[in-house]
């Protein structure tokens, strides 16, 4: 028992001579969960001490004296301190939604974890093509836990010197480690590619090392996000120091409907015929590329001072890649909502009014 107490305090002397206060605090955790047989109450106290723990209140909250960290040679920041949360649901798959609000709940519920000597998710990796949702996943979660989202800023990282992006990356991650945030690395695979990729220079794969031991030296008191376009550049020791996984992917119908009916919420009316028939015109876009074309097409009819109903047709007669079938289809429902005629259905999709006669219940000309 004594030899325990002498590796213990000497673990946390030499921890607190870093002066990294979340990797103290995990050292005490541990501490308890080897203690809990022998010295219930001294392992009730330390587990009190950590739930009285003052790094909740967080310093970039409260002073502007933390500057964020620094490229030497440029002087640009290595962070970006995200401001824009969101005051609305990110649309999410049923199975990504259950994750994402387990982690949430996790983070509120510390406490009790603590007394069951269990640590919420400390890392995590969203995987994906561009544009279907990490980034408003990590701000959603920011959001509910009402932390700030610092975000890596790699044209920053990426020194010219490139011993010194290793030190950049190191700078970083201690920087969220010793303060109360959510830090999101965003484009994981520009600064962790496969160290088998005989065209990376061995400078380049030395980054990787340095990022697998930074993450590895993650405490559970702070909540690492990684986010990636490209999974497969990814080296495969990446993928086994992230506690969990999300895959992203490309909207389906029902998710783009309900991004709809968010954007064009007051700005058009019979908004639910219009969401249902524009998810048949977007599918296969991402959520930003949909936003996109909504905000040009709101965007021309202010300055035009036009319908935006018309715009939204414009649309809809740009045809995208839709096949004959699926323009049918939308020539069918714009018919049955009663939203346009037969004729003007032809003329915004292509289809024969006689096609669209025979497909439709409504025989208005």
Same mark, same amino acid.
């Given at each position: 028992?004594?030899?325990?107490?002498?590796?213990?305090?000497?673990?946390?002397?030499?921890?607190?001579?870093?002066?990294?206060?979340?990797?103290?605090?995990?050292?005490?955790?541990?501490?308890?969960?080897?203690?809990?047989?022998?010295?219930?109450?001294?392992?009730?106290?330390?587990?009190?001490?950590?739930?009285?723990?003052?790094?909740?209140?967080?310093?970039?909250?409260?002073?502007?004296?933390?500057?964020?960290?620094?490229?030497?040679?440029?002087?640009?920041?290595?962070?970006?301190?995200?401001?824009?949360?969101?005051?609305?649901?990110?649309?999410?798959?049923?199975?990504?939604?259950?994750?994402?609000?387990?982690?949430?709940?996790?983070?509120?519920?510390?406490?009790?974890?603590?007394?069951?000597?269990?640590?919420?998710?400390?890392?995590?990796?969203?995987?994906?093509?561009?544009?279907?949702?990490?980034?408003?996943?990590?701000?959603?979660?920011?959001?509910?836990?009402?932390?700030?989202?610092?975000?890596?800023?790699?044209?920053?990282?990426? @020194? %010219?010197? #490139?011993?010194?992006?290793?030190? =950049?990356?190191?700078?970083? !991650? $201690?920087? +969220?480690?010793?303060?109360?945030?959510?830090?999101?690395?965003?484009?994981?695979?520009?600064?962790?590619?496969?160290?088998?990729?005989?065209?990376?220079?061995?400078?380049?794969?030395?980054?990787?090392?340095?990022?697998?031991?930074?993450?590895?030296?993650?405490? @559970? %008191?702070? #909540?690492?996000?990684?986010?990636? =376009?490209?999974?497969?550049? !990814? $080296?495969? +020791?990446?993928?086994?120091?992230?506690?969990?996984?999300?895959?992203?992917?490309?909207?389906?119908?029902?998710?783009?409907?309900?991004?709809?009916?968010?954007?064009?919420?007051?700005?058009?009316?019979?908004?639910?015929?219009?969401?249902?028939?524009?998810?048949?015109?977007?599918?296969?876009?991402?959520?930003?590329?949909?936003?996109?074309?909504?905000?040009?097409?709101?965007?021309?009819?202010?300055?035009?001072?036009?319908?935006?109903?018309?715009?939204?047709?414009?649309?809809?007669?740009?045809?995208?890649?839709?096949?004959?079938?699926?323009?049918?289809?939308?020539?069918?429902?714009?018919?049955?909502?009663?939203?346009?005629?037969?004729?003007?259905?032809?003329?915004?999709?292509?289809?024969?009014?006689?096609?669209?006669?025979?497909?439709?219940?409504?025989?208005?000309?």
């Amino acid at each position: 028992m004594e030899n325990i107490f002498k590796e213990l305090f000497l673990q946390l002397a030499k921890t607190a001579l870093t002066g990294r206060q979340q990797d103290i605090q995990l050292l005490i955790h541990r501490a308890s969960k080897k203690l809990k047989s022998s010295s219930p109450e001294l392992t009730q106290s330390l587990i009190s001490l950590l739930q009285e723990s003052p790094t909740a209140a967080s310093p970039i909250r409260k002073t502007s004296h933390t500057p964020l960290p620094v490229d030497l040679d440029s002087r640009l920041q290595l962070l970006r301190l995200e401001k824009k949360y969101l005051d609305f649901d990110p649309i999410l798959s049923n199975e990504n939604q259950t994750s994402v609000n387990q982690i949430i709940l996790e983070r509120q519920n510390e406490k009790e974890l603590l007394q069951n000597h269990l640590t919420p998710t400390k890392s995590i990796l969203f995987t994906g093509p561009p544009g279907v949702g990490k980034t408003m996943a990590a701000k959603w979660i920011a959001t509910k836990l009402d932390k700030p989202l610092l975000v890596l800023d790699l044209a920053a990282v990426m @020194s %010219s010197f #490139l011993g010194r992006t290793g030190n =950049n990356i190191r700078f970083v !991650l $201690d920087y +969220a480690k010793n303060n109360d945030c959510i830090l999101l690395l965003d484009e994981l695979d520009a600064i962790a590619k496969r160290r088998d990729d005989n065209s990376e220079i061995g400078e380049l794969k030395r980054l990787v090392t340095v990022l697998l031991q930074e993450i590895d030296d993650w405490p @559970s %008191s702070g #909540l690492l996000i990684a986010a990636t =376009n490209h999974p497969d550049l !990814l $080296d495969p +020791a990446v993928w086994r120091r992230f506690e969990l996984i999300l895959e992203f992917s490309i909207p389906d119908k029902k998710q783009i409907e309900k991004q709809i009916n968010i954007l064009l919420d007051g700005h058009i009316e019979n908004l639910h015929n219009w969401s249902m028939i524009l998810s048949h015109v977007f599918v296969g876009k991402s959520f930003s590329e949909i936003e996109r074309l909504l905000n040009l097409a709101r965007k021309a009819a202010a300055i035009e001072k036009s319908s935006l109903t018309k715009k939204i047709e414009s649309l809809i007669s740009a045809g995208f890649s839709l096949s004959h079938q699926q323009k049918v289809k939308i020539a069918k429902d714009l018919c049955e909502s009663g939203l346009v005629s037969q004729r003007r259905a032809a003329e915004l999709t292509g289809v024969a009014r006689e096609t669209i006669r025979k497909n439709t219940n409504n025989n208005t000309i």
